[in-house]
């Protein structure tokens, strides 16, 4: 069964010196933090804001073509989790066809917030990131490593 989650924030991991996108389902029940590198951290952070820079970046570029092709994005699905590495698939509408690509779950964030479309993951890979690596995790966050978003 798929849940929707949607994007409730970002943070930075001082100990793995990366960004973390925080996803959750709608009743906030479930949390599924994602690691996420500087530059998908910085195409996901313009998304959620609302910001559309000067000249595309990769994912406007990759969302500028699919319009140009009329495609659309329906939506993100992660799909797994294996050795500490999110797996996720991009579904694309395309001439009356739907096209599952294999991506990258930062990847297919930052294109689904730029076309508005739902992500999605399924109990499984919610169960499988285990509630007390999560209590570890949080026990070395500090309140300002939080970004400016709710999460």
């Known amino acids: 069964m798929l849940i929707q989650i949607k994007v409730k924030g970002m943070m930075f991991d001082p100990l793995n010196n990366a960004y973390i996108v925080i996803l959750r389902d709608e009743n906030n029940a479930e949390i599924l933090p994602i690691w996420v590198g500087k530059a998908e951290a910085n195409a996901i952070s313009l998304a959620l804001e609302g910001i559309t820079p000067s000249r595309p970046l990769t994912h406007d570029l990759i969302k500028n073509i699919l319009d140009s ?19 996720s ?37 919610l169960k499988k990131h285990s509630a007390e690596e999560l209590d570890r995790w949080l026990e070395n966050i500090r309140p300002e490593d939080f970004g400016k978003y709710d999460a």
């Open 69 to 87: 092709l009329k495609a659309s994005v329906i939506s993100c699905v992660i799909t797994d989790l294996k050795d500490n590495t999110y797996f």
């Open 89 to 125: 698939k991009l579904h694309i509408m395309f001439n009356d066809s739907e096209y599952t690509i294999d991506t990258r779950p930062s990847d297919s964030i930052a294109l689904c917030l730029r076309a508005e479309a739902p992500i999605f993951t399924s109990d499984e890979v």
